[in-house]
């Protein structure tokens, strides 16, 4: 049984009220600050102990080989590894020349605080030295949502009883070390020292450092600078005749640059030391032209101070949650998860500008610092609703890397644009191509995000600039790829679906129907730009040919089962050994071998369950409820990613409890580390299933060509869900409790919307409230659609894959 620390349940923080060393790498990651471009784990301030030291630029990487025992053509040669740049977050305390080290001495108090609403880290320590002298700590730490390049720390030392001597040690260091890893020694070998230095220095109470990565050749630049109030409480350049003096001593190497203090703190008095910090980084600019970037940040953030920044941060955030909050009442777990999601996805692409948002975030080196499909599929969805700018980022990201996917796309032998299944910078980064090359999805997700971002926020400009060239580089694929059979389907063979327990399959009905859907929007969009389209070379004849591709999609069915087979012939396969494979044995891409996983009906993660989410109009309400039952008793979920799909499907089927039961799995997903893999960081697609399961899974929500649709319904325990979402530039709250739903709108023109199956326009000035259809069955007022109907059969999972039944004490 490996242990989670134990948090308090609040509804706007994540507190620890003391310090567990054995997951102290699961807190670090819990306890991260990112803005999308910089980010810092919660590491302590003074360094150690350490789980895993982190410090990242999102793009910062360094490449390495990617050797293959036997030679393929079109295998991808050098992988692509996020790196740990400058930590610029250590302050080292000395206490009478004893280490401030809580592994030493007494800790008498420790607690952390991580406040959703103002985006600090808070952390207060009380500690008696080895020698018997007590000092209370306490340090504030922000990565700043306003200035991307910028993080600060106001960090106070003060005496307990006695006078104590203290010195603080505020340090820039670089290439420093790391636990060992685990995983492919050829990725540990060049990620042992990646930074190469090139300048250092360190003077008054400021530093600097600027590297380079030896084979990327990034350039790399961090600087930090300091204000001081000595044990007077007086900013010590102005402290009167007779204060305490702090004396202040400065040296750089080239991995390192320091800035000492050191003073005398009696009973009652602080020493209060401010650290600012700045980074920048570039693929082409020179030397001098980073370092001036750092001291153009580190000067901004002097220029507006500890307060000004803190005041910033705050109203950053109370901009956001104006928008994009949650209330949950009747559950606190849940309530606190969800806000816990949405501040570190919020965290994961708020400044990305022009970057990925890795699987992990900036929270950890998990996935090797790699950004998947996830994010369009999961994020970006959240995001569109709540941070669209986010998600417009993220998209534009995708559109830079399109010379590199077109590059791929002809190296296969194929048209139009193939996105890497895992990347940093654009290249394909997986070596194993039956689950990365094959998974030719991944284009359709991010034609189905493109899309949500336009029916959302009506952004014109983006379609005519970037999402028309992205629909139509990915509809180029799927004709490039398909192709006509002899009875005139269309089809789409030897590709891999979401699910990564099956692979190379011919038809899997989640790619066809996604790929569908892009062949449709990439003609509607052409045809609403034409100048823009013919600039990209799109004609009558191809969006033609689009179009008819999608009429002729195969979509399979079996009708001996009455079900959809995940792909064609899936159905037909043996049925994976439930009853004989026992706990240990899941994941079971650790304890079997990949041949006999693709030959069985065994399903990783939500794939054909995914698709009814995501594609809903393509099923009908009954084969929604078979398909469900079908494949709930064949989803062992080892993967973060399919408890909140199997929440929408389950809630949209009428088996609210498991719909609750799946949601909770997604909350505590990594609040209670439940893939034992925190420690290298967040799930940010996990963290984006909980708002799924809440929104699109109670609240109903369905995007209709650009008019919301709601079938809310709320499962016993969860007396309210208030939802708040940004649409064409609106702000709209649905309040749902279990008899009734109001649609709120805050601002805007009138908003047509769909409540169970009914038109109605809202305006700011009226507000509508409808039934709630909690129980179709028993409140005949429900126009609720026939999915909604109990199935006569409850969903089973395999033996011993239900998901846990927690529910909060009453």
Same mark, same amino acid.
């Given at each position: 049984m490996i242990s989670h620390p134990a948090y308090t349940t609040e509804p706007w923080c994540l507190r620890e009220d003391s310090l567990d060393l054995d997951v102290l790498a699961q807190s670090e990651s819990l306890f991260a600050l990112s803005n999308g471009h910089l980010g810092w784990r919660g590491n302590l301030d003074e360094g150690e102990p350490y789980g895993l030291p982190g410090s990242y630029l999102n793009g910062v990487y360094e490449s390495r080989p990617l050797p293959y025992a036997e030679a393929g053509y079109g295998y991808p040669e050098a992988g692509q590894t996020v790196i740990d740049v400058t930590n610029g977050k250590l302050i080292r305390l000395l206490v009478d020349d004893q280490p401030f080290d809580i592994r030493y001495g007494q800790l008498l108090t420790h607690e952390r605080v991580l406040d959703f609403r103002t985006g600090l880290l808070t952390r207060e320590v009380q500690w008696v030295s080895p020698g018997g002298r007590g000092v209370r700590v306490r340090s504030q730490r922000l990565v700043s949502l306003v200035q991307r390049s910028v993080a600060a720390i106001c960090y106070d030392v003060e005496a307990l009883d006695d006078e104590v001597q203290v010195v603080l040690q505020s340090e820039l260091v670089a290439n420093e070390a790391l636990p060992p890893s685990g995983g492919d020694p050829r990725e540990a070998?060049?990620?042992?020292?990646?930074?190469?230095?090139?300048?250092?220095?360190?003077?008054? $109470?400021?530093?600097?450092?600027?590297?380079? $990565?030896?084979?990327?050749?990034?350039?790399?630049?961090?600087?930090?600078?300091? !204000?001081?109030?000595?044990?007077?409480?007086?900013p010590a350049s102005t402290a009167s005749k007779g204060a305490r003096s702090v004396q202040v001593v400065a040296a750089s190497a080239p991995d390192l640059a320091r800035v000492t203090l050191t003073t005398t703190v009696g009973p009652g008095q602080r020493l209060r030391l401010i650290k600012f910090v700045a980074y920048g980084w570039s693929a082409v600019r020179s030397q001098p032209a980073v370092a001036a970037q750092v001291a153009a940040a580190l000067t901004a953030a002097q220029l507006s101070g500890w307060d000004g920044l803190v005041t910033e941060q705050?109203?950053?955030?109370?901009?956001?949650?104006?928008?994009?909050?949650?209330?949950?009442?009747?559950?606190? *777990?849940?309530?606190?998860? %969800?806000?816990?999601?949405?501040?570190?996805?919020?965290?994961?692409?708020a400044r990305a500008e022009g970057r990925a948002i890795p699987a992990k975030g900036l929270t950890g080196p998990g996935y090797g610092g790699h950004a998947f499909w996830d994010t369009e599929t999961y994020v970006l969805p959240v995001l569109t609703y709540a941070a669209p700018h986010a998600a417009r980022d993220a998209l534009r990201w995708r559109h830079s890397i399109l010379p590199q996917a077109r590059e791929r796309a002809a190296q296969l032998g194929l048209a139009g644009a193939v996105f890497p299944w *895992?990347?940093?910078?654009?290249?394909?980064?997986?070596?194993?191509?039956?689950?990365?090359?094959?998974?030719?999805?991944?284009?359709?997700?991010?034609?189905?995000?493109?899309v949500r971002y336009l029916d959302i926020t009506g952004d014109t400009a983006f379609e005519r600039d970037i999402g028309l060239e992205l629909l139509a580089e990915t509809a180029r694929l799927w004709c490039s790829l398909g192709h006509y059979d002899t009875r005139h389907g269309f089809r789409i063979d030897g590709v891999t679906g979401p699910d990564e327990y099956s692979a190379v399959a011919d038809n899997n009905v989640y790619t066809n129907l996604m790929a569908q859907h892009n062949l449709v929007r990439a003609a509607d969009a052409a045809g609403r730009h034409p100048g823009q389209a013919r600039i990209l070379g799109i004609d009558a004849g191809e969006t033609a040919a689009w179009r008819a591709a999608a009429r002729s999609m195969i979509i399979c069915y079996d009708?001996?089962?009455?079900?959809?087979?995940?792909?064609?012939?899936?159905?037909?396969?043996?049925?994976?050994?439930?009853?004989?494979?026992?706990?240990?044995?899941y994941p079971l891409l650790l304890h079997a071998p990949y041949f006999d996983l693709y030959r069985k009906q065994v399903v990783k993660q939500a794939d054909l369950v995914l698709a009814m989410h995501l594609r809903g109009e393509a099923f009908t309400p009954a084969q929604k409820v078979r398909n469900f039952l079908y494949y709930e008793a064949l989803t062992v979920r080892d993967s973060s990613l399919s408890a909140c799909t199997q929440a929408v499907l389950a809630a949209e089927t009428n088996h609210l409890e498991l719909a609750y039961d799946y949601?909770?799995?997604?909350?505590?997903?990594?609040?209670?580390?439940?893939?034992?893999? $925190? *420690?290298?960081?967040l799930h940010v697609a996990a963290l984006a299933g909980i708002w799924i399961a809440l929104v699109a899974g109670l609240a109903g929500l369905r995007d209709r060509d650009g008019t919301?649709?709601? $079938?809310? *319904?709320?499962?016993?325990?969860?007396?309210?869900?208030?939802?708040?979402?940004?649409?064409?530039?609106?702000?709209?709250? %649905?309040?749902?409790?279990?008899?009734?739903?109001?649609?709120?709108? !805050?601002?805007?023109?009138?908003?047509?919307?769909?409540?169970?199956?009914?038109?109605?326009?809202?305006t700011c000035a009226n507000p509508i409230t409808r039934p709630t259809c909690a129980n179709p069955i028993t409140r005949p007022t429900c126009t609720a659609p026939a999915s909604h109907e109990p199935a006569d059969e409850a969903p089973t999972q395999p033996r011993g894959r239900a998901p846990l039944r927690q529910r909060p004490a009453r």
């Open positions: 070998a060049a990620l042992l020292a990646p930074l190469v230095s090139e300048q250092h220095a360190c003077t008054g $109470t400021g530093g600097s450092l600027l590297h380079h $990565t030896a084979v990327s050749r990034l350039r790399v630049g961090a600087g930090m600078e300091h !204000k001081i109030h000595g044990p007077s409480s007086e705050r109203t950053y955030l109370d901009e956001f949650w104006a928008r994009a909050d949650i209330a949950v009442d009747g559950d606190p *777990r849940v309530q606190q998860a %969800v806000r816990f999601a949405l501040f570190h996805l919020l965290q994961a692409g *895992r990347t940093i910078a654009g290249h394909e980064c997986s070596g194993y191509w039956p689950a990365g090359t094959a998974a030719f999805h991944v284009g359709a997700d991010i034609a189905d995000a493109v009708h001996g089962l009455g079900v959809h087979p995940q792909s064609e012939g899936f159905t037909s396969h043996e049925v994976w050994d439930f009853a004989a494979t026992t706990d240990e044995q949601l909770t799995e997604a909350a505590l997903m990594d609040l209670h580390d439940l893939e034992h893999n $925190t *420690r290298d960081g919301l649709a709601f $079938t809310p *319904r709320l499962p016993s325990g969860i007396t309210r869900l208030s939802v708040n979402l940004c649409t064409h530039n609106s702000r709209l709250v %649905v309040d749902i409790t279990p008899h009734t739903t109001t649609y709120h709108l !805050k601002d805007g023109d009138p908003l047509p919307l769909l409540h169970d199956g009914l038109a109605v326009t809202l």
